[in-house]
């Protein structure tokens, strides 16, 4: 991995994880949809992160890694679960924990496929930033 591509995967996690803090500074009340747009910038960054940090080999094929790739993209969808935010509102260091959470699922899922191989995590992380984003239209949940 080069210099620029190590510092900047440094650099983007860095600020993902101060992302995932923010609970801890302003615990302000947002809507469901904003709160599911902010895990979709968390999850944004973990992905850009795993991407820039995963190593340049053609994967191993191994199949436990896609065991993540699928399940992780799940579990986010569980601690987006919106009757959980009054919870987590009223209490920031759950919610942080959600956030880091959502946040290392996410680089999980992209790092997994691009150690199985080479094109998956792609396809892992954008698929898990797109349902977040898809999650803040509602699915149909009466807001």
């Known amino acids: 991995m080069s210099p620029l591509r190590r510092i900047a995967a ?3 996690g860095a600020l993902t994880l101060a992302g995932a803090l923010a609970p801890l500074v302003s615990n ?3 809507s469901i ?3 599911h747009l902010l895990h979709a910038v968390l999850l944004a960054g973990a992905v850009t992160t795993a991407l820039l940090a ?3 080999t053609a994967g191993d094929r191994n199949g436990a890694w896609l065991v993540a790739v699928v399940g992780s993209p799940l579990l ?3 601690l987006m679960w919106p009757s959980s935010y009054a919870y987590l509102d009223a209490h920031p260091i759950a919610h942080v924990g959600d956030h880091l959470s959502i946040a ?3 680089f999980l899922c992209t790092w997994s496929g691009q150690r199985y191989a080479r094109g998956i995590g792609w396809i892992g992380g ?3 930033v797109s ?3 898809l999650a803040a239209g509602g699915f149909g949940v009466v807001r």
């Open 10 to 12: 440094y650099l983007i």
């Open 28 to 30: 302000e009340d947002v």
């Open 33 to 35: 949809p904003e709160h």
């Open 54 to 56: 995963s190593p340049d």
């Open 76 to 78: 986010v969808m569980f």
């Open 104 to 106: 290392l699922l996410g």
């Open 126 to 128: 954008v698929a898990t």
């Open 131 to 133: 349902m977040a984003v």
